[in-house]
């Protein structure tokens, strides 16, 4: 009997262990070249020093051509804690998708180091923001994210 119930506390508390995806909301100041139907972030909570993919599903209104780039800024307690900036074309070609990306694509990943600088074990801003080479606003998503330390 005292098994089951050690049995059953471990899986509660493994329940209690894993989080749930954050929600991601739209942060566009004006229209996107991507309808963003679904945006995550995988794995999550975010690795520390490992890589971390974001994607969004939905629909893309115009190529993405070279010039792209994926912003990622993090604020706590409306104060940046953590910024990076990556070729967003470097980052497609590196799956195989070299820019331009045709608007038949409906699904955007972008794989990046989660850098040793950013907080961890406390809830923070996020922001995945990504503008096409031409100056347009691709998506914005934000979202309240953590991130911690892996094995």
Request: with cysteine; glycine share 6%.
């Amino acid at each position: 009997m005292k098994l089951s119930s050690l049995a059953l506390s471990a899986l509660a508390l493994l329940g209690l262990t894993q989080a749930q995806q954050p929600t991601f909301t739209n942060c566009a100041p004006a229209p996107t070249q991507f309808e963003v139907q679904t945006f995550a972030v995988a794995p999550y909570p975010l690795c520390i020093n490992k890589i971390m993919c974001q994607t969004a599903t939905g629909t893309l209104s115009t190529p993405v051509i070279s010039g792209a780039k994926l912003s990622i800024t993090a604020r706590y307690l409306g104060r940046v804690v953590y910024s990076d900036n990556q070729d967003l074309c470097a980052l497609f070609a590196a799956q195989g998708f070299p820019c331009p990306v045709p608007t038949t694509i409906h699904a955007l990943t972008a794989c990046v180091l989660v850098k040793p600088s950013i907080p961890a074990n406390i809830n923070i801003a996020m922001t995945f923001s990504a503008t096409n080479g031409d100056g347009g606003i691709l998506y914005c998503q934000t979202g309240t994210v953590m991130a911690v330390n892996c094995p």
